[in-house]
T-cell receptor, first 116, second 114 residues
């Protein structure tokens, strides 16, 4: 149990376009999901905390208008990178916390975004 | 503020050697959780262990063992008889009782040579 999927696993897009990444908890409900970004050979940096039915909470320095997060159901959160630029190329990883769970996140397999 | 320091950046060992990955953490909270994750070249994070601040017992799982020392704020990870498949980046992470936000260390790249 506790499987989290991400779609797509890999995406290449042109500069200026928008890309949507989906994060799904497949066998559990997740009130809270997290979005991380990882540049090559670097650590994971938390971008935002996504709560079902409410606005996401963004970490300092993360542009909320550029990285739109929607958590419309207990099993799905989406991250949209708007007007993507080459510097947005990165590995994006989501995690989900089981509703009622405490400090236990289950990670998705990640999405590799390349902006040309 | 919370912080995780993994001072080692890259470690290279020969197969069957033992290797210890260091992790030092900082937090003012009395309730917190410590984690280790493995990230192979595929990129997917593999959960290895979670330990809460009230449980200082060391843990062993097969070739893996963890040494939690609150006195030195360390949570070190030892791989015994390393194998090539252990080659990966290993992250230590911390979350406090207030929320589940994870703070990751910079990671240690472990290379196990045949």
């Amino acid at each position: 149990g506790a499987v989290v999927s991400q779609h797509p696993s890999r995406v290449i897009c042109k500069s200026g376009t928008s890309v949507k990444i989906e994060c799904r908890s497949l066998d559990f409900q997740a009130t809270t999901m997290f979005w991380y970004r990882q540049f090559p050979k670097q650590s994971l940096m938390l971008m935002a905390t996504s709560n079902e039915g409410s606005k996401a909470t963004y970490e300092q320095g993360v542009e909320k208008d550029k990285f739109l997060i929607n958590h419309a159901s207990l099993t799905l959160s989406t991250l949209t990178v708007t007007s993507a630029h080459p510097e947005d190329s990165s590995f994006y990883i989501c995690s989900a916390e089981r509703t009622g769970g405490i400090n236990e996140q289950f990670f998705g397999p990640g999405t590799r975004l390349t902006v040309l | 503020a919370q912080k995780v320091t993994q001072a080692q950046t890259e470690i290279s060992v020969v197969e069957k050697e033992d290797v210890t990955l260091d992790c030092v953490y900082e937090t003012r909270d009395t309730t917190y959780y410590l984690f280790w994750y493995k990230q192979p070249p595929s990129g997917e994070l593999v959960f290895l262990i979670r330990r809460n601040s009230f449980d200082e017992q060391n843990e062993i799982s097969g070739r893996y063992s963890w040494n939690f020392q609150k006195s030195t704020s360390s949570f070190n990870f030892t791989i015994t008889a390393s194998q090539v498949v252990d080659s990966a980046v290993y992250f230590c992470a911390l979350s406090t009782g207030a929320n589940s936000k994870l703070t990751f260390g910079k990671g240690i790249t472990l290379s196990v040579r045949p």
